[in-house]
């Protein structure tokens, strides 16, 4: 007995260890290398007929040949702690082990495809508080008070004095506050309107605001953004319509419709046949609202836009009752 | 705001498409569909004389008639309506109509008679629901023409008119917008106005108690008039525009507003006490009938028009019954008067009442130009459709008269605002349509006088609005853009979605939940806030903002068990909002994650027996979430909470950052779940705050690990991570990890009191190749120590 052979012997056990598939294989090969009559207790018994010059030698040998034999087997037999059925399977035509699927809400989907863009060009993120002040939420947004603008949204009003914010709008306001121009945001978040919950209104909703001042910004620019958002979000043949609009902090205010992405502005039920579908709202920022923050309006210039996310969503996907957005139905969230 | 293009070609030529017209007005703010008012009589139906009858020989209710439709024959027509008349004219439907998509009239046989045709009621034409009888048409309809010559379809255009143009509510700030697009100059109707009889002082008087609630009020009289129903054209254009005629002085008044934007109001004269007008705020708690036979109940925001003894309008909304003109009205007060826009808001907003008056009166009329047309231009229409004499002379109370405002549009400011270059001759033309008053110009600026129907209009800045929008097309989209590189970059959001992305892998779903819930439930919020309440909710079950994202979660864990869906396994990142006084909104909001699930651990599958996803699970997976962030946290075990089988309070930096526990099922009993619901909730903008993106690398170890399995017996009551922590202390240098694998419980075989936990210790140096002999030591001794301190035995 020498080197050799326990080389040779390592070889062939780790060899029969890779042909080893359960656990009752792997006791036998077990008991077959380090059982009480095992091939290792086989070798320290010859180790009488070593010279007794070397015996010590070949008794590490033998030694570490075992530790790391019993490691082997140990580490094979982890991979069996799961004990396999009886019968071998070899049906491969079997389903696959049911695994659990997860899902992210379409909502916050398209909100984070949309700030995907708009931080490749160059906007950063920002927040607001869901429930604010009415000097964010309306005044510094050049509403004056008891003003019918006030009325094209139902306000929820809270204890304390405060709003659920109507809009992200109050973002701009609340971030040119504490940041000095050039500004380049958009700010994501939930809006609140109080208004009765059916099919076609939710008391909430998503929206994305965007804004930026800086010296020399102009409606042109305004148009450039948007447009090439545009054509990044809904596709490059897209086509973008502004049509004068009103709302109290942008001066000029415009809407902005795209070809419908379902006909491509042939006309279908859901663009009721326009070939335009209303996405946001936009407009060059109101001097009032520069001088609410103390902006140089005479200096400064700039834009601000605001879209909505469940309206786009539903038209996109074809939904025509918004409450399935917030009933969180299993059925209806493994979808996305 | 429906209005009708017959009617605005009145003031302007329109010799543009109708669809294009409707686009350029969409371009320019003024957003509208083109529709048409009125029925569309299908094709194909005429007006025909039934000229003799005969009843059925095989049905009673069955009449057999010849009729003349002027197609050259006499037709067979059978006709089931108990009126059908011998001599009359009727409405008849011709063999080949198409009476509905799907629905074409054929010659058929009915019991045994021809028939050729279809003598019509309303319904069956779309003009009513009466079913009652087939149509009598007067005798003066043509036999032969085509019955839809006598239903004429008006094209109209539906203006969604924005809040800030009370202008744009009026046939002329249509014809005023029409007038930039095409070029065409507007028109006023010329007033003629023939005064007679007694001068209108002698006959009333007008006493204003407010004026700056109303700062102007008009009046004239007209006398002897006869009320009664508007001539058709009249009722057309009224019905065109969706209003309904009522008799000639009504729909006078009402022609005028649609005309001029300027709500009036008639009062019989005779009906007012004095008579006389006196304009005051209401006292509390004083009430009064309205038109809509509503008796309202005031405040003292809400402005009366009174005679000398009661009130008789409510300003700017609505008249009263006792003061309505009808047919027995013989002399007729005109008010066309301007109320103050917030008192107008504030009554109309507590009455609950919106009507034509009010939605322009609290956006702001004119209280000039066209405060005075409307007014003469009323008198002057009853006196032609009513016959009666407009009194001489008006009452005019306007003590401190409201000024045109000027403004100076600087050319420049155009194009720094818009990025377009326009002339100052275009500027100037379309300023002058939209009926500003040119004061100086030069290439430069202009100096304009504002109307004062443009409330709306006051600054430089709503120059360069009214400019640009007409030539929003014309706005260049600019094709290089130059950025600010923005001061920050936001780090947040990317860790949000990293926690999305989480939680999805380990195959859970993403919600999204109501912020408003019901107060009960949001006392059963885990963190114990206090609800912030909305003073105006929806209902009571939204009367506050949530607490916790455990109760919305449980909302929705409600819905799905309803429905039968078997796996439930929801995440959510929101704000929860604690009542705060101290703070600016008067409430403190927390960025946070919750999850819920009542599922199996994995789906059913061949290979394994279905388990729960218990309280273990979601442990398990807030370890990995912890460790991935490179957080080390602690769990306290939470008592204070009944409702749960067990909670934890999860600590990092000995902060409370989150909760984690199961639900005592019979709390569910209900719903009868399959699962036992298990939650946890983390307050993520708190970890994001401490939370360090780059971690530094471990070198894989380069030594193979020794494992050595260890079963014990021990007491029940020793908490496993009491032993885990000793193991892990004692174990020595080489001990890295130690696995709980095992929980054996028998009764017989290890007594009523012990369990057996099966550990899997594995030892590891970054040195060397560790030897049997080595750890053989160390785990001796460990069993020791655990047999000393816990009474712990081998299995
Ligand atoms: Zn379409």
Redesign the pocket.
């Known amino acids: 007995m020498n080197k050799a052979t326990v080389t040779e012997i390592r070889k062939q056990f780790e060899k029969a260890l890779e042909e080893v598939r359960d656990t009752a294989a792997l006791e036998a090969l077990k008991h077959g290398y380090l059982g009480r009559k095992g091939i290792i207790a086989g070798l320290f018994a010859r180790i009488r007929e070593v010279p007794p010059e070397s015996r010590k030698e070949t008794g590490e040998l033998l030694n570490s040949l075992k530790t790391d034999l019993s490691a082997a087997i140990d580490a094979r037999s982890m991979q069996f702690a799961v004990p396999r059925k009886q019968k071998e399977i070899t049906d491969f035509s079997m389903p696959g082990y049911a695994m659990h699927h997860g899902s992210r809400h379409p909502l916050t989907q398209a909100v984070d495809d949309m700030l995907n863009i708009f931080q490749h060009l160059g906007f950063d993120i920002a927040y607001g508080p869901e429930v604010e002040i009415d000097w964010y939420n309306f005044e510094s947004l050049n509403f004056p008070p008891d003003h019918p603008a006030r009325d094209m949204q139902d306000t929820f009003y809270t204890e304390g004095g405060g709003v659920l914010r109507t809009h992200t709008s109050p973002v701009q306001t609340r971030y040119m506050s504490t940041h000095k121009p050039p500004v380049r945001i958009v700010a994501p978040g939930r809006v609140f309107r109080n208004e009765a919950i059916s099919a076609r209104s939710y008391c909430l909703f998503h929206q994305i605001e965007g804004l930026y001042i800086d010296e020399g910004i102009t409606f042109a620019d305004l148009k450039g953004t948007i447009e090439l958002f545009c054509r990044l979000y809904y596709g490059k043949d897209v086509r973008i319509k502004f049509r004068g609009s009103y709302f109290p902090f942008t001066e000029p205010s415009a809407e902005i419709d795209v070809s419908?992405?379902?006909?491509?502005?042939?006309?279908?039920?859901?663009?009721k046949?326009?070939?335009w579908?209303e996405i946001m709202g936009c407009g060059m920022v109101d001097p009032n609202v520069l001088k609410a923050v103390n902006y140089d309006s005479e200096r400064y210039s700039g834009y601000a836009f605001g879209l909505g996310i469940e309206r786009m969503l539903m038209m996109r996907l074809g939904i025509n009752d918004i409450r399935i957005l917030f009933e969180n139905d299993v059925e209806f969230l493994k979808q996305f | 705001m429906i209005v009708s293009i017959d009617w605005l070609r009145d003031y302007i030529d329109i010799d543009i498409p109708l669809e294009e017209l409707a686009d350029k007005l969409t371009i320019s703010g003024a957003e509208c569909t083109l529709k048409y008012s009125g029925v569309r009589i299908p094709e194909g139906v005429r007006v025909g004389k039934v000229l003799e009858t005969r009843p059925h020989s095989d049905a009673e209710k069955l009449t057999v008639c010849k009729v003349d439709a002027g197609t050259g024959e006499i037709l067979n027509i059978v006709c089931g309506a108990p009126n059908v008349k011998e001599g009359r004219r009727v409405p008849v439907a011709l063999v080949g109509t198409k009476l509905a998509p799907d629905f074409e009239l054929k010659e058929v046989r009915l019991r045994g008679e021809l028939s050729q045709g279809m003598i019509c009621a309303e319904d069956e034409l779309g003009l009513g629901n009466d079913h009652s009888g087939i149509m009598l048409l007067p005798d003066d309809y043509e036999i032969g023409r085509a019955f839809a010559d006598y239903y004429p379809v008006y094209p109209v255009l539906d203006v969604e008119v924005t809040a800030n143009r009370p202008d744009l509510m009026s046939h002329w700030g249509v014809a005023r917008m029409i007038s930039v697009i095409t070029g065409k100059p507007f028109k006023k109707i010329p007033l003629v106005l023939e005064e007679k009889g007694k001068d209108i002082h002698g006959i009333t008087r007008v006493s204003i108690e407010d004026p700056l609630a109303c700062p102007r009020y008009s009046a004239r009289i007209v006398t002897n008039v006869r009320v009664q129903p508007s001539p058709a054209w009249l009722q057309r254009r009224l019905e065109a525009v969706g209003l309904r005629p009522v008799n000639n002085v009504v729909d006078a008044a009402n022609y005028v507003l649609m005309e001029t934007g300027h709500p009036l109001h008639t009062f019989d004269l005779n009906r007012l006490a004095g008579p006389e007008i006196r304009v005051r705020f209401a006292r509390k708690g004083e009430k009064f009938e309205t038109l809509d036979h509503k008796e309202r109940i005031l405040s003292e925001n809400v402005l009366l028009i009174c005679d000398a003894k009661t009130p008789v309008a409510l300003a700017g909304l609505m008249g009263g019954l006792e003061s309505e003109v009808d047919e027995n009205t013989r002399n007729i007060l005109i008010e066309s008067a301007y109320f103050t826009p917030s008192v107008i808001r504030k009554a109309s907003k507590e009455q609950q009442l919106s009507t034509d008056a009010s939605k322009r009166f609290e956006r702001g009329a004119d209280p000039n130009e066209r405060l005075e047309y409307a007014r003469d231009r009323l008198a002057a229409l009853i006196a032609e459709l009513a016959g009666g004499e407009i009194a001489r002379g008006l009452i005019d109370f306007y003590p401190e008269p409201i000024p045109a405002k000027r403004a100076t549009l600087e050319l420049e400011n155009v194009r720094r605002i818009t990025g377009i270059e326009l002339s100052a001759a275009n500027c100037r033309a379309t300023l002058q349509a939209l009926g500003f008053e040119i004061l100086n110009a030069n290439d430069k600026r202009l100096e304009v006088r504002i109307p004062t129907f443009r409330p709306d209009v006051e600054r430089e800045i709503d120059l360069v609005e009214e400019v640009a929008v007409n030539h929003m097309d014309k706005i260049p989209s600019m094709q290089r853009m130059s950025i600010s590189v923005p001061a920050s970059f936001d780090a947040f959001h990317p860790f949000l979605t990293g926690i999305r992305q989480f939680f999805t892998g380990y195959g859970m779903h993403e919600t999204v939940n109501n912020s408003l819930i019901g107060e009960s439930a949001a006392a059963a919020g885990i963190w114990g806030y206090p609800p912030l309440k909305i003073l105006n909710p929806l209902s009571q079950e939204m009367n506050v903002l949530r607490t916790d994202m455990i109760q919305p979660l449980l909302g929705s864990l409600r819905i799905n068990a309803l429905r039968k869906r078997g796996d439930i396994r929801l995440y959510e990142l929101a704000n929860v909002i604690e009542k705060d006084p101290s703070a600016e909104t008067g409430a403190r909001e927390h960025h946070n994650l919750g999850v819920l699930c009542s599922s199996s651990l994995w789906g059913l599958n061949w290979n394994e027996p279905e388990k729960s996803a218990d309280y273990f699970y979601l442990k398990g997976i807030l370890e990995h979430f912890m460790e991935d962030r490179g957080f080390v946290y602690k769990l306290r075990e939470n008592t204070q909470n009944a409702a749960f089988e067990i909670l934890c309070d999860i600590l990092v930096r000995k902060e409370l950052i989150g909760r984690i526990g199961q639900y005592r099922d019979e709390i569910f009993e209900k719903l009868q779940l399959q699962h036992p619901v298990v939650i946890m909730e983390l307050q993520v903008e708190k970890l994001f705050e401490w939370y360090k993106p780059q971690k530094q690398y471990t070198p894989p170890p380069a030594y193979p690990s020794i494992f050595r399995d260890m079963s014990l017996v021990m007491d029940k009551k020793t908490p496993a991570n009491v032993l885990i922590n000793e193991i892990l202390q004692q174990g020595g240098k080489y001990l890295i990890d130690c696995l709980l694998y095992d929980l054996y419980i028998d009764d017989k075989k290890l007594g009523e009191d012990k369990k057996a936990l099966s550990f899997r210790l594995e030892f590891r140096s970054d040195k060397k190749t560790l030897k049997d002999s080595q750890i053989d030591d160390v785990m001796s001794k460990l069993f020791k120590r655990l047999e000393n301190q816990y009474g712990a035995r081998l299995r």
């Not at chain 1, 419908?260 to 859901?270: H, I």
């Open positions: 419908c992405f379902l006909c491509g502005g042939k006309g279908c039920p859901v663009c046949q326009s070939g579908l």
